[in-house]
């Protein structure tokens, strides 16, 4: 949360609402989540925050968008 809330304040590039402490961007964190989860049971009957739901989890945070297409390929050819 206080990442998020950190980046908002450089510019708010994510389009959320606005938030003006830490405390309420943990709040927004934790509503979007619950929304989340609502959404993805009623569209795919998942958990998106479940991480039995997946075969592949990819932490892309600090790798290019080739980096990540490279690494689920890597997958996929491991699989076959």
């Keep these: 949360a206080r990442r998020i809330f950190e980046q908002k304040l450089l510019e708010n590039s994510r389009n959320e609402l606005e938030t003006k402490t830490v405390e309420e961007q943990v709040k927004l964190n934790k509503s979007r989540i619950n929304n989340d ?44």
């Design 37 to 80: 989860k609502l959404r993805y049971k009623r569209l795919y009957n998942i958990n998106p925050y479940n991480k039995e739901s997946f075969n592949l989890i990819l932490d892309s945070t600090n790798n290019t968008p080739t980096e990540v297409a490279m690494a689920i390929l890597e997958q996929i050819k491991n699989k076959n």
